[in-house]
Every structure is written in C-alpha cells, then in structure tokens.
C-alpha cells in the first residue's frame, strides 16, 4: 500500500514533483487507521505567553485545485514546556510526526523528517491563525495559512490543571495495562527488536499522569531494555478515538491511550526470556508518584522465515518497519477487536535511475517501475482468501476507482496460509492478473499475480505482510525474515549515482523503513 506515512497498507511518502505537494508516497490501507487515531523541543520566548499558545488543532489547506490537500497539525505541549505533534493530510490518510517543534516569539517552526519536509510560519497577534510556506525535498516553497480550530482558539492547559486526588497515598494504582499481543525477537540492520503495544486503561476516578514507560527483562537482574518520558513519551503514544488530546500521557477516569513500545539489544543472546513493563504515574493533585510493575511476559523467539516476494533490484521499503511508520500505528477494530495486522507490512515500490518511481506521464500505471513485476509466494503453503475484479486507479493521492471499504482497501489480493499459524498477505495486484484460486496448493517462487494499483494505494505498488490469521486486516502482524538482500541505499530520492561502493549484505533480517534493496536470494 503506499502512504508515506498512511498506514494501513499503504505506501509512504516519497519526493514528488513540486506541483504534487506533501508527497506522501504510497496509500493503502493506512488511510482506513486515519479515522481511528489520528511532537521537538525547544524552550517558549521569554516574552510572557499564554500556556498554550501553540498547543492544539490547526487545519489548512496545502496546494490549488484538484490537487489540493486538506492538512491537520495536532500539537501537544508536554510538562517540561516543549512542543509535539502530528500531521494528518486527511486527503492522503496519512499520519506523520513533526519533529523539532519550536515557537521563538511569532516564529514557528517543525519538520516532518519522514518526507523531508519543513514549515515555517509567523502567529497573528491572537494566536488563532499561522501563516507560513512549506518546503520538501529541496522543492519550491509553497504557502499554506492554518487555523486554530474553534475548540482550542482559547488557549488552554489541561496538563496543568490536574483534578483533585486522593488525601493519603493510595494502596493502589487503578491502571489496567493490558499486552495484546506479545513480541517476537527480530532482526534488522545487525540488531535484534522487541515491537509490541501496551493498551492502559484507567479504572480510578482521578487523572492519572504518566511520567514514564519502561521495558525490563523479566528475570532478577530486571535490566532496561528502552524507557520513554517527557517529549519521548508522547511520540509514542495514541489516544483512539481522542485525537484533539493535548497531552496523550494524561488519562482521566475512564479513558485509555496506547503505548507503541520498541526495544533493542545489540545481540539474540541479549533477548531477554520474559519482559515486565514498569510504569511511573502520578494520580490527580497526590504530590508523590506511583510505581506499577506488570507480570511477565514470554518474548517469542525465531520469527518466520520466508523468501522475497519479489525480484530484481532498486526495491524501496516504504512504510517498513520503524517505530513512526504509518503501518507500525495502523490500529483497526474490525468484527469487535481491535488489531495492527500491518505491525511489520511493507509497501514496495521500485526506484528508477532518476530517482523517481515513475518515468514520462505519472497519471500512466504503466510508466512505474513497479507495475506489472511478480508478486511470488514466500513459502509453500494454500491459498485462503483472493480477490479480483478491482480496477486500477488513476496514480495520484485522491484517485481511487471504487469507494475504499474493507472489501475494497487491499485492491485486489490474495492471502497464502504458510503453516505455523503464518499467513502471507498480497495487496493492489492488478485485476485479471492473479494465477492463484482459493484453495490451491503454492510453491514457494510460485507468481501468485501482478504488482498493480489497486484499492487504496496511490500508484502501483506491493503491500505486503505477514499475519496471524487470514484477514486483511483482522489479524495481527508478525514479523519475519528474509534469507538474504542488499541494501544499496536509503530513501525515496535515491539514485544508483549515490551510491559509494557495493551494497551490504543483510541475512536473515527484515528490511527497515525506506532502505532500497536488492533482492539476492532466490527461491
């Protein structure tokens, strides 16, 4: 799927040409997690200010005409007085972090890192509206005013207006922290990660803040293995359903927010057996704060391995796996339980020597490097689930043949049962193009269809990921493992000129977000 940045099988933002502005590269099934979710740090001016002066909503409209995209800036103002925030180009159904939120009197300034973007902008005098150009990919300067949303155009800090709390020390924590799904070591760029998601729940009356989020081996020594505060802790975070949340780390009674947790150690023997989470809150106006330790839980180990879905080289990894990419937050309720099937899922696009995906007229699939390459069977296995019939969008950000639904989102697809409760998912195939039915038998190798662009994608890329179960979306991602690839370079604006000698051989690894490969095992 593509979505620089969307989600849900997408695509992720690459460079594109200045008049196809916030370019965020590959749509897919981000856009669907869009709707259910939706920041840097630099001290205010020492001219008094409201509290919150840039904290809030604040909604513009970037780029003319047909091309035009509708963006929203939610910004978050932590404790210690720095800023954080997210970017919503709802057209796109992309969710991207701003980094290095700063405001300097009148100035603001942030980048959004994932597409190479920055803006720059002056506050009117009533803090209700931000004019300023946005620039990406050393592109032409594009103006975009926003905002402030009605709900916030009264500054407001709710962070430091706590409820009242509890008189005596409580005897205890009324926080529900809840595991999904628990991790399974990988590997990736040398080192070996831990990804998982804690779900809190606050069963107390009072406000409940967190201050810190740690991850500890679960045996005697209880070493750190990562831990988030401050700023840190916010970037993290996601309050479903409550977009407009100023401070995600605060929880009233009854609320709950999400935690995308993602450690690293150095080496597999470095895995630890177990982990325990050890969260430090402070409950409501109770000046001392509170420690919660979590039971252990197992770390899986030897994710599945399986062969490259694809041939040939100049191959980018879109949205993979990091801990900001638009699939690695795509939280989707579906039959009445909520899952992240695109946890790990990649949206392969292939770059051409210009450093572009396409080459001549971009409204043309044909004219992408990517359309029309085998799509291949990652293991043996039966097919369980297929789709045809979808037709191929018109490549852009707002074009899309049929309305996006959860029939629709992956285009036309097919999902292969691997064995060990694995299952392969394929999406935006062209249509005609699949040589697969339900309830054949695959070999590994074998063309199951064609890259196409399908559903909701953007232009003509594979959405790919492993699961749990035969779902598109109702199942939860697990990661994986290719024998072996060589990553070349990084980045959507890539050219084989940048490269400074051979590529480094990677085995039995996933690749990470936005490395170009070159596929070099063969099935």
Do not use: C
């Amino acid at each position: 799927m593509r979505h620089k940045s969307a989600s849900k099988i997408g695509i992720r933002n690459r460079p594109e040409p200045a008049n196809r502005v916030l370019h965020i590269r590959i749509a897919t099934f981000v856009a669907l997690a869009a709707v259910l979710f939706l920041s840097a740090v630099l001290p205010l001016s020492a001219r008094p200010q409201a509290a919150g002066d840039l904290a809030g909503t604040w909604k513009g409209e970037l780029g003319e005409g047909a091309a035009k995209l509708h963006i929203v800036l939610t910004i978050t103002k932590s404790s210690d007085g720095s800023f954080s925030g997210q970017l919503n180009s709802v057209d796109q159904g992309s969710i991207i972090p701003m980094e290095n939120v700063t405001l300097k009197g009148d100035t603001v300034r942030f980048e959004v890192k994932a597409v190479g973007g920055v803006y720059e902008g002056t506050l009117n005098a009533a803090r209700t509206e931000l004019a300023g150009s946005w620039t990406q990919g050393g592109g032409a300067a594009e103006p975009i005013t926003f905002t402030r949303s009605t709900g916030d155009a009264t500054p407001k800090d709710t962070a430091q207006k706590p409820v009242e709390g509890p008189k005596e020390k409580p005897i205890s924590t009324f926080v529900d922290v809840v595991v999904p799904i628990a991790p399974t070591a990988f590997k990736a760029d040398g080192k070996w990660h831990l990804v998982y998601e804690l779900h809190l729940n606050n069963m107390d009356r009072w406000d409940y803040k967190l201050t810190k989020v740690e991850a500890v081996a679960g045996d005697s020594t209880a070493r750190s293995l990562v831990s988030y505060s401050g700023t840190d802790l916010e970037k993290i975070m996601s309050r479903p359903g409550q977009p407009s949340v100023t401070e995600k780390s605060t929880l009233a009674g009854g609320a709950m927010a999400v935690v995308y947790m993602w450690a690293t150690v150095d080496s597999q023997d470095a895995v630890p057996a177990t982990i325990r989470q050890r969260l430090t809150v402070k409950i409501g106006t109770y000046p001392e704060e509170q420690t919660v330790e979590t039971a252990a839980i197992p770390v899986g180990r030897g994710p599945v391995a399986i062969s490259s879905p694809l041939r040939g080289d100049h191959w980018l990894a879109g949205n993979g796996p990091s801990n900001t990419s638009g699939h690695r937050k795509a939280l989707i309720p579906i039959d009445g339980h909520g899952a992240i099937a695109q946890r790990f899922a990649i949206d392969w696009v292939r770059i051409r020597d210009e450093g572009k995906t396409f080459k001549g007229d971009e409204k043309d699939n044909k004219n992408y490097l990517a359309y029309g390459s085998d799509a291949l069977a990652v293991a043996d296995g039966v097919v369980t689930e297929v789709k045809d019939g979808i037709p191929e969008n018109i490549p852009g950000a707002n074009s899309r043949a049929v309305p996006i639904t959860l029939e629709t989102v992956g285009g036309n697809h097919v999902i292969i049962d691997i064995g060990g409760g694995h299952f392969a998912f394929y999406a935006h195939l062209q249509p005609g193009s699949l040589r697969v039915k339900l309830g054949d038998k695959v070999r590994r190798g074998q063309v199951v269809g064609l890259v196409g662009n399908s559903g909701n994608s953007t232009e003509p890329h594979l959405h790919f990921h492993i699961e749990n179960g035969s779902s598109p979306l109702g199942a939860e991602g697990l990661p994986y493992s290719l024998a072996s690839f060589e990553v070349v370079g990084h980045d959507w604006t890539w050219k084989p000129s940048d490269a400074k000698g051979p590529g480094e051989i990677h085995k039995n690894e996933i690749p990470m977000e936005n490395e170009v490969v070159n596929f070099t095992d063969k099935p």
